[in-house]
């Protein structure tokens, strides 16, 4: 049976840091690309960030960029995403997911195989 936990969201004030990780269980982690999306209250769920399989390509959501960096550790089959400057804009609910897509196909949800149950980040201003 295939996991994906998430952990690390809480309350932060404006221009904090938080860290979330993935957990990945009962899949080849490393043959997966990975992804994280967020999804805000009565918005839809949107893309952040991903990382390929070997950590060579890392892309990000233009409103992330240079804020928010992704990484992976197929050793330990976690995903990290350090998130900085946080802003209230970036409240949602963040998720990973893992799936084998072209890189093209990465900002679209429904690419992904497996998901998270997401962890509540929430910015206040």
């Known amino acids: 049976q295939v996991q994906l936990v998430e952990s690390g969201g809480r309350l932060v004030q404006a221009g904090g840091s938080l860290r979330l990780s993935c957990a990945a269980s009962?899949?080849?982690?490393?043959?997966?690309?990975m992804g994280w999306f967020r999804q805000a209250p009565g918005k839809e769920r949107e893309f952040v960030a991903y990382?390929?399989?070997?950590?060579?390509?890392?892309y990000y959501a233009d409103s992330v960029k240079g804020r928010f960096t992704i990484s992976r550790d197929n050793a330990k089959n976690t995903l990290d995403l350090q998130m900085n400057r946080l802003k209230p804009e970036d409240t949602a609910v963040y998720s990973c997911a893992a799936g084998r897509l072209h890189y093209r196909a990465m900002y679209y949800a429904e690419s992904y195989e497996y998901w998270g149950q997401g962890t509540q980040v929430t910015v206040s201003s």
């Open positions: 990382m390929d399989k070997s950590s060579d390509s890392p």
């Open positions: 009962g899949l080849t982690f490393g043959s997966r690309v």
